[in-house]
């Protein structure tokens, strides 16, 4: 968000020292030296390099140096990558703690972003994203045991999802949080979690599996994201 007319507060994920606030002085500047500085401005999705002076917690930082290396411009030709972004940021922005490391998310968003480009992808992609995320700060779904005895689970049509235990049950009724999910949408996240792609992927299963995540995700934070209305649209999972 812009702080003047010439500068920009900022929250950057880095690779290796997490999510950093902080404020860009001068990045809205014309002049030579600061476009020399902030080449190609800071914008959001965007990717970079960046130099950035840590101040004490609670404190912003101060972002010296910008270098812009990817802008995502496909992003500005394609509003369901756009909207799917936004959340995909926001969603990271609020599991994510402050200077916090988390290469693997890093990882996971830059690969999104640049797989976003491809329109028949952009829901799948947003599936191994969310994943991604929901496993690398420890609150992976679990598909295979039944959340309510920890047996294996059994095959069903339907199984039930219980965000507060964090997982599948074979059990119909365990609590008033739980949520009905296809057999269908169960094999798809099991494929995801094993990192394999069907050449063809059911689109809407794709998109079940994502509200799923999104839903899971609402009920880890307890509220509900601007972005999330994009993906959770239709409720059922």
Not at 32 to 56: E, M, W
Not at 187 to 206: M, N
Not at 218 to 235: F, I, N, Q, Y
Request: glycine share 6%; charged share 25%.
């Amino acid at each position: 968000m812009d702080w003047s007319e010439s500068s920009q507060l900022v929250v950057l994920l880095t690779e290796h020292h997490g999510k950093v606030r902080g404020l860009a002085k001068g990045s809205r500047r014309q002049s030579p030296s600061a476009v020399a500085k902030f080449s190609g401005g800071i914008n959001l999705l965007n990717l970079g390099q960046v130099a950035v002076s840590t101040k004490p917690a609670g404190k912003l930082a101060a972002i010296t140096e910008w270098d812009l290396r990817n802008d995502h411009y496909h992003l500005r030709t394609s509003l369901a990558a756009q909207w799917s972004a936004m959340y995909a940021a926001d969603l990271a922005a609020a599991l994510l703690a402050d200077e916090d490391p988390h290469p693997g998310v890093f990882a996971a968003l830059s690969v999104f972003l640049a797989a976003s480009a491809d329109a028949q992808a952009v829901d799948r992609a947003l599936l191994d994203f969310q994943w991604a995320l929901l496993t690398d700060v420890g609150y992976r779904p679990e598909l295979d045991r039944d959340v309510a005895d920890g047996k294996p689970l059994s095959e069903a049509r339907a199984y039930s999802f219980d965000p507060r235990l964090g997982g599948l049950t074979a059990r119909e009724g365990l609590n008033d949080e739980a949520w009905r999910v296809r057999s269908a949408t169960v094999e798809l996240l099991r494929r995801v979690a094993s990192g394999q792609h069907e050449p063809a992927e059911d689109a809407q299963a794709v998109r079940r599996a994502n509200r799923l995540l999104c839903a899971y995700a609402r009920a880890l934070l307890d509220k509900e994201l601007p972005t999330m209305s994009v993906v959770l649209g239709d409720a059922t999972v």
